[in-house]
């Protein structure tokens, strides 16, 4: 049994632990929050929830019968997220309200030391060490606060969307929305039937599609409890069209410009009037940056106290916000829906790995791992929902299942006492193949946060789910360099100090049980 310590307690941290507990091992979940949850905790916004139908973003053992709608509001999902850590005893295994700031390898223990604070004076409160370390924080945990100018001088309330003051009463103020990403669009609806007025400022407009949204009744959670094939193939079936979506917008140009067409045409028959569907018509193709789904958002636009702003922000006043053609808007409340820093991945804490290599050096051009999963140089270290694992369409949650089974069976192939480093020649064929797929995908045909300022796309995968999980469901030792335990190595291959004395004579891992050759 190996000692686990898995950082976060979002979705992935949850699959993560399912899983590790499930092969046996000794886990420990960090979490800085006061609950499980992750952004689903965080994200408690006005009408905030899922854009994937419920039955397919939910873990595939551990179906729920009892979602009100197809697409769950934000409230369900933190209940279900809550409900699954009871069920498979996470709470006894997670401990709250601390931060992680350094985790580091012991290249002679074979072992992980992770430091820890409170989060609030950054005193050190505790160093914990286990044999494997799984970063499970996810790529949208960082809220971005556009820094505008003039903005720290504003006297009213302002906060990002995944910070939401609950304490401020919208009723009958003058609110500013700034973005129009899938927060924003979420948000917009809801606050407009109570504010005074809400200015929306559009940097760039969204492709936006129906969103096939209902109530379930109570006849739909009897069956599903007596029937559970049901859930399953309505899994199925959300699966496919995600599937059929992905494969469309990369592979099939003629039906993407279809589905681009029929995006359109939604659109424009919600805009009602021509001079609104000019301003919310997307400039880019569809795919390139995320697409939306939403049958409220547009309809929102057209009430007589929404006003959609194009014209760039030039500064902020203390109780306005001026835009760059000198029109000034009175505003109480500024709600940031600027979205989050996708792809920094982990740059809140520093990660030393073999010889003490920075993870931050290491991804200097930009965050990459095999599978999305091992990077070189940091033995014994799984990544959950790392680089080039988000999905353009689909479940992140199948793809965290894919990421939690190929780290069990890994922790399964490792030797006792022994480190297993993925080889840089491995990782590198990878990626450089998938970079070749990205840069002639769809998310390289315009800016977005899918793509870093070099160019690099490290957030999406560009497959479907059903290719990603045929790649990661068998680890293969053969693709990992084994660090014999201590107490197994030969003197020619012992360490000396900090450093390896002879990693060339370090042997592969060969076969199912990870035997040395």
């Known amino acids: ?29 960090l979490e800085r929050g006061p609950d499980v949850g992750g952004v689903w905790r965080e994200n408690a916004y006005p009408g905030a929830a899922c854009d994937v139908p419920s039955a397919y973003y939910s873990l595939s053992y551990s179906p729920n019968p009892r ?14 997220l809550r409900d699954n850590a009871d069920k498979y005893g996470l709470y006894e295994r997670i ?20 430091r820890l604070d409170d989060g609030e004076d950054q005193d050190v409160v505790a160093e914990l060490d286990a044999d494997f370390l799984v970063p499970a924080v996810g790529q949208l945990s960082t809220p971005i606060l556009a820094d505008l100018p003039g903005h720290n ?41 109570v504010a005074r007025s809400v200015t929306v400022y559009q940097r760039s407009a969204p492709h936006i599609l129906p969103r096939p949204d209902s109530r379930l009744t109570r006849a739909h959670a009897i069956l599903a409890r007596r029937a559970p094939v049901t859930l399953r193939a309505q899994r199925l079936l959300w699966q496919g069209v995600t599937e059929g979506f992905t494969a469309a917008l990369h592979y099939a140009p003629p039906v993407a410009r279809a589905l681009e067409l029929a995006c359109l045409a939604f659109m424009r028959a919600q805009a009602g009037d021509a001079e609104l569907y000019r301003t919310i018509r997307p400039e880019h193709p569809l795919g390139c940056k995320r697409v939306l789904f939403s049958n409220r958002y547009i309809p929102a636009l057209r009430r ?3 006003e959609l702003v194009t014209d760039r922000i030039a500064r902020v006043g203390a ?14 409340v500024i709600v940031y829906g600027t979205g989050f820093a996708a792809g920094t991945f982990l740059d809140h804490v520093s990660i030393r790995g073999r010889d003490g290599a920075e993870l931050s050096a290491a991804w200097a051009d930009g965050p990459r791992a095999h599978l999305g999963i091992a990077v070189p140089g940091f033995p014994n270290m799984f990544l959950m929902y790392g680089p080039n694992t988000n999905l353009g369409s689909g479940s992140i949650v199948a793809m965290l299942e894919c990421q939690a089974r190929y780290i069990r069976q890994a922790l399964a192939a490792i030797p006792d006492g022994a480190a297993a480093e993925v080889l840089p020649e491995v990782e590198a064929a990878y990626d450089d193949a998938l970079q070749a797929r990205l840069a002639d995908g769809v998310w390289s045909r315009c800016d977005s946060w899918y793509v870093t300022e070099s160019g690099r796309v490290v957030s999406n995968w ?18 990992y360099t084994l660090h014999p335990a201590p107490w197994d190595a030969p003197d020619d291959v012992r360490r000396d100090g900090a450093s390896l004395t002879a990693r060339s ?13």
């Open 462 to 479: 560009p497959g479907t789910v059903r290719e990603y999980r045929h790649r990661t469901d068998r680890f293969d030792p053969a693709e």
């Open 1 to 29: 049994m190996a000692s686990v310590i898995v950082i976060g307690a979002g979705f992935s941290g949850m699959a993560a632990a399912i899983e590790l507990l499930r092969g046996g091992h000794d886990v420990t979940v």
């Open 67 to 80: 979602w009100s709608r197809r697409y769950a509001p934000q409230a369900e999902i933190l209940g279900y």
């Open 505 to 517: 004579a370090i042997p592969k891992m060969d076969g199912v049980n990870g035997v040395p050759r």
């Open 95 to 114: 401990r709250f309200g601390v931060t992680v700031r350094e985790a580091r390898f012991d290249d002679d223990a074979h072992r992980w030391t992770v």
């Open 153 to 193: 001088g504003f006297t009213g309330a302002a906060f990002h969307s995944a910070q939401w003051d609950e304490s401020i009463d919208l009723a009958g103020k003058k609110i500013a929305v700034i973005g129009t990403g899938a927060s924003s669009i979420q948000i917009v609806p809801e606050i407009a039937q």
């Open 319 to 332: 109780t306005s916000i001026t835009t760059a053609d000198e029109v000034q808007r009175e505003t109480d």
């Open 304 to 306: 007589p106290n929404v």
